[in-house]
């Protein structure tokens, strides 16, 4: 049997699809996997022992109609259609995922199966399958990915807690921090994509300073120019902080296996280090951690219990001249974040 998953972005999104791939192998050991998923991310798949092709697509490049763009998805569209697949899964559940989903060729009698109407917000998608599969929308994103998979294939939802399963490939050189003997680094993952994520700049700051006064190296990272200003400005505070060297994602995840903790906002990196059970605390205000925090051993989501949190707003309607970071995120303490990634690490 071969299978193909359409879950396009995001990081977070594609680290949540990973339990779901190893309930199953366990349920159908001999099922060939492929994966189509956005370039961006198009390593993760190859972490799963159950994926076969990654089909990498480029959507937003692919907008800009050029001759570039066109025969990039000529390119695509071929690879694509060299295979019939006897189940297509659409993981995404968005008109634009349902219409790739439709690009691949279904063996005669196959499934075509996404979320049903009402567990989805773009509901239309699921007029594109020929199977959809009713999941609760209160349910955390991993749960609901679970399901979907074995309504798809046609198995029991599994209770067990989610198996990640990463195998991470060896790599030939490192470019990323090493702390050479010392404690093993705690790491700062400061960067995401809402406004209404980040954390005010000074608790990092305060962070780091808690950090390294119990004698743990303290590192960030950083994926674009604004990521890296503020990593860099993380770092001229009083307590020593090393800026990570901007690196592939899967080097990236070889130093979060390393490292000795981490301190996350609701990012991607946040998701990937509960996928390779580093101690973290993550920290939640704009949206709802028991929808998609982080899932796995030695973590801690924490809420912010603000009025209006979780809001799932990309902007704070509350940010005036005064008030310049989301007030969801004031309550936090940088001592008592650091207690409790201790209680983990310990």
């Given amino acids: ?31 060939v996997v492929d994966w189509m998923v956005e370039d961006s991310f198009a390593e993760i798949p190859h972490w799963h ?20 763009s066109l025969t990039e998805f000529t390119q695509f569209w071929r690879r694509l259609r060299k295979v019939r697949y006897d189940v297509i899964v659409d993981a995404q559940g968005l008109m634009k995922s349902a219409i790739f989903a439709r690009f691949a060729r279904l063996q005669r009698g196959g499934v075509r199966a996404g979320f049903s109407g009402d567990s989805i917000k773009e509901s239309p998608a699921a007029w594109l399958y020929n199977k959809c599969v009713p999941v609760p929308r209160d349910q955390h994103a991993i749960t609901r990915l679970r399901r979907l998979v074995a309504g798809a294939l046609s198995y029991p939802v599994p209770d067990n807690a989610p198996d990640y399963d990463i195998h991470l490939p060896e790599l030939r050189s490192r470019t990323s921090f090493d702390p050479n003997g010392q404690l093993k680094p705690v790491l700062l993952l400061h960067g995401t994509t809402w406004p209404t994520k980040h954390l005010p700049d000074q608790l990092w700051r305060d962070l780091a300073a808690h950090i390294t006064t119990q004698g743990f190296p303290v590192a960030v990272t950083w994926g674009n120019a604004a990521e890296k200003a503020r990593a860099e400005w993380i770092a001229q505070g009083d307590a020593p902080v090393t800026v990570i060297p901007k690196a592939p994602l ?27 059970s580093l101690p973290c605390v993550s920290i939640y205000g704009s949206t709802n951690a028991g929808l998609t925090g982080t899932r796995g051993a030695r973590q801690v989501p924490l809420q912010s219990d603000y009025a209006c949190s979780p809001c799932l707003l990309k902007k704070c309607p509350k940010l005036t001249a005064q008030i310049t970071t989301p007030p969801c995120y004031q309550q936090f303490d940088a001592a008592i974040i650091w207690q409790q990634l201790q209680q983990q690490i310990i």
Avoid: C, Q, Y
Wanted: avoid cysteine; aromatic fraction near 2%; proline fraction near 4%.
């Fill in 250 to 276: 899967t080097e990236v995840a070889h130093l979060l296996s390393r490292a000795a903790g981490a301190v996350a906002v609701d990012t991607g990196l946040g998701h990937l280090a509960a996928a390779l």
């Fill in 49 to 68: 022992s159950s994926v076969d092709r990654v089909i990498p697509v480029a959507t937003r490049r692919w907008r800009r109609f050029n001759r570039a």
């Fill in 1 to 31: 049997m071969r299978v193909l998953v359409v879950k396009l972005t995001s990081m977070g999104d594609a680290v949540h699809l990973l339990p779901a791939l190893t309930d199953l192998r366990t349920h159908h050991p001999d099922a």
